[in-house]
């Protein structure tokens, strides 16, 4: 099969292709908008009201949380499978194994913990645990942790290829359409569009690589197409580069949709449960995106290798499934976007806000108004490059909130305002400075330090010297 490096996508699909496409978009659409209609029948107080706004009245079950979490966590699938197409299994090590222990970890360890706390949000968690300013601060990081840049960009990487269209209208273009359907549903859109798009981001990846499978082999052909890079667990970078996206894989434990997930169960098995489940169903997604990166990468080598992989997909399905899998790569990318939309809105007016937006909807939808214009903008900032966002965003993360919130789980009694206020805002400070310091004259070991382990370092240091030094004699508030 001869598979070109470069097309217009409108030139190759069908009308079968658009037609099944088009079915997608409508069954989400209309299944959001008979949530809508449903709930809307209903008798809630307006303490009920903004509680089934933003958590779906904790009734969340098994099914559609398992069905909300997967599809959540894969929008930036152009960066994933770039990833793939460039270092091969590197990929899953960085982007799929580190991943699975913390999923682990938060399920077996952490969900019984944040459920006792009946909070809302996880900086309100953070306000319970610890103090009302580090709450604030949790807060901060959160927001600009979870506005959706990468999927910003990667919707509009999608819809540019589909249409021609500029890059930048296209951005506008597809938060355009998220924010349409998730702005008056709250998380109950959220949550039933998401159901469609599990199943069709699912079944669009595992085609392509059944056919990749069917139309060239296995691992001998893999063998003979690729670099030998390819196939070692650390490809062409260092141990020191890599062990950073293990802890960038750790700022699960410290992300908000993670959390907002395990408040809106309607029990605290049902978070357990369906976190594990959803790890085995992200082992299969991963292990399709990793191989379908790098059949693309074996099939047609020169091409760019941000849409490598829709490239390739388009080129290797046949008619209607050619429109189902791009079906499937739009809804992986909404599914993530409208739920990053949401939660960084409802971080801003229920954690950042005044007091009275927390009981008002029409706030709330205003912040998803304004965080889908701030997304907008950023995407254009960073030029399209979704692996730096990934690292720059979520290294501040990672290095700044991990550690004391993992500590105040840990010593729920020892932990204030005044250790973690120090510590998270220091980290902070100096992690940006060594980002942006001029280290010409710097000795080749310093230059070469990752400005992540900078941060890290600062912020365990100063929280644990807090402490040491007898902040915490007595406690700052009770765990409940």
Not at 423 to 430: K, M
Request: glycine share 8%.
């Amino acid at each position: 099969m001869n598979l070109r490096s470069k097309l217009e996508l409108s030139s190759i699909l069908s009308p079968v292709d658009w037609l099944v496409f088009s079915v997608v978009l409508l069954v989400t659409v209309g299944l959001v908008i008979w949530g809508n209609i449903r709930d809307s029948k209903s008798d809630k107080s307006p303490e009920a009201g903004i509680l089934d706004y933003m958590l779906m009245g904790r009734r969340l079950t098994l099914p559609l949380f398992i069905g909300t979490l997967v599809a959540t966590w894969y929008g930036g699938i152009f960066g994933v499978t770039q990833i793939a197409f460039e270092d091969g299994v590197y990929n899953f090590v960085t982007q799929g194994a580190f991943w699975y222990v913390t999923y682990i970890i938060f399920a077996l360890f952490l969900v019984n913990r944040i459920r006792n706390y009946q909070a809302v949000t996880l900086p309100d968690l953070v306000t319970k645990m610890v103090g009302d300013r580090s709450g604030k601060i949790s807060a901060v990081f959160n927001v600009f942790n979870v506005i959706p840049i990468t999927y910003a960009i990667s919707v509009g990487l999608l819809i540019q290829a589909l249409f021609g269209i500029s890059l930048e209208f296209s951005v506008i273009l597809g938060v355009s359409l998220a924010l349409g359907y998730s702005f008056f549903g709250g998380f109950r859109a959220v949550v039933l569009s998401d159901l469609v798009q599990f199943f069709v981001m699912c079944f669009a990846v595992f085609f392509v690589l059944a056919f990749s499978l069917y139309e060239f082999g296995g691992w001998t052909y893999l063998k003979a197409k690729l670099p030998s890079t390819h196939f070692e667990p650390l490809g062409k970078h260092s141990l020191a580069t890599t062990l950073v996206w293990g802890f960038i894989a750790l700022s699960t434990l410290v992300d908000p949709n993670f959390y907002q997930r395990c408040f809106a169960a309607n029990s605290t098995r049902t978070a357990k449960t369906g976190i594990l489940l959803s790890t085995v169903v992200w082992f299969g997604f991963d292990i399709c995106t990793t191989l379908g990166g790098m059949y693309a990468r074996a099939a047609i080598p020169e091409a760019e290798s941000g849409t490598a992989y829709l490239t390739y997909a388009v080129q290797i399905l046949p008619n209607g499934l050619r429109g189902f899998m791009i079906a499937g790569l739009l809804a992986t990318i909404l599914s993530t976007l409208d739920s990053y939309l949401f939660v960084a809105s409802t971080t801003l007016t229920h954690d950042l806000g005044p007091k009275a937006w927390r009981e008002s909807i029409w706030a709330h939808r205003l912040g998803i108004l304004f965080i889908g214009a701030v997304a907008i903008v950023m995407s254009f900032a960073f030029e399209g490059d979704i692996r730096d966002i990934w690292k720059t965003l979520g290294s501040y993360s990672a290095a700044c909130l991990l550690f004391p919130l993992l500590f105040a789980y840990w010593r729920p009694n020892q932990v204030g305002d005044r250790q973690f206020l120090p510590a998270t805002l220091l980290g902070a400070a100096t992690m940006t400075y060594w980002r942006l310091a001029d280290k010409t004259n710097w000795s080749p070991i310093w230059a070469g330090l990752d400005d992540f382990y900078v941060g890290l370092i600062v912020t365990s240091s100063v929280l644990t010297s807090g402490i040491l030094v007898g902040f915490s004699q007595k406690p700052f508030r009770k765990a409940t």
